[in-house]
């Protein structure tokens, strides 16, 4: 199997720059060899089947590594991340020099584990709305997790 990713598009560099996010540089390196083929992957979004998409095929230990042992929290990145996506579109949208209106989206879901999986945060037994009836309600082990849809204009 050939590898898919040599180098990292510049688009990509600048938009992990204009986070200002304080990693040392094998982090930052971690971070877009991560988000670069988690973007080009139609496989599995497994550690593994992301690094044999680089070119080297580093060991997928260290992007394990390196997603337990950096020292930041999920908001470290999220809010950066969320902040200048709003920016770019508001931007965008400007030039555009028409009148817009912003829709937003919200919805929630729950995704289903095994009865096995037990140690990760986020997993829980969670009610699930789609499977209960009025005089019985389900529960199922899972996560939820919520979305948000933003829409300004044609953006």
Same mark, same amino acid.
């Given at each position: 199997?050939?590898?898919?990713?040599? #180098?990292?598009?510049? /688009?990509?560099?600048?938009?992990?720059?204009?986070?200002? !996010?304080?990693?040392?540089?094998? #982090?930052?390196?971690?971070?877009?060899?991560?988000?670069?083929?988690?973007?080009?992957?139609?496989?599995?979004?497994?550690?593994?089947? !992301?690094? @044999?998409?680089?070119?080297? #095929?580093?060991?997928?230990?260290?992007?394990?590594?390196?997603? @337990? /042992?950096?020292?930041? /929290?999920? &908001?470290?990145?999220?809010?950066?991340?969320? @902040?200048?996506?709003?920016?770019?579109?508001?931007?965008?949208?400007?030039?555009? &020099?028409?009148?817009?209106?912003?829709?937003?989206?919200?919805?929630?879901?729950?995704?289903?584990?095994?009865?096995?999986?037990?140690?990760?945060?986020?997993?829980?037994?969670?009610?699930?709305?789609?499977?209960?009836?009025?005089?019985?309600?389900?529960?199922?082990?899972?996560?939820?997790?919520? /979305?948000?849809?933003? #829409?300004?204009?044609?953006?």
């Amino acid at each position: 199997m050939l590898t898919a990713i040599v #180098q990292h598009p510049d /688009e990509l560099i600048a938009f992990i720059t204009a986070l200002n !996010l304080v990693l040392y540089q094998p #982090q930052i390196r971690h971070l877009l060899q991560m988000v670069d083929a988690l973007i080009t992957s139609n496989d599995t979004k497994t550690i593994s089947g !992301l690094y @044999r998409l680089l070119k080297g #095929q580093p060991d997928p230990k260290n992007g394990a590594d390196f997603l @337990r /042992e950096s020292p930041w /929290e999920p &908001n470290d990145i999220g809010s950066p991340r969320k @902040r200048w996506m709003v920016t770019k579109f508001l931007e965008l949208a400007s030039k555009v &020099n028409i009148s817009f209106d912003i829709f937003i989206g919200i919805d929630d879901s729950l995704g289903k584990k095994g009865k096995a999986s037990k140690h990760l945060d986020a997993v829980d037994y969670h009610h699930d709305h789609n499977e209960s009836i009025k005089k019985k309600p389900a529960y199922i082990n899972g996560y939820i997790y919520v /979305e948000l849809h933003l #829409q300004f204009g044609p953006f």
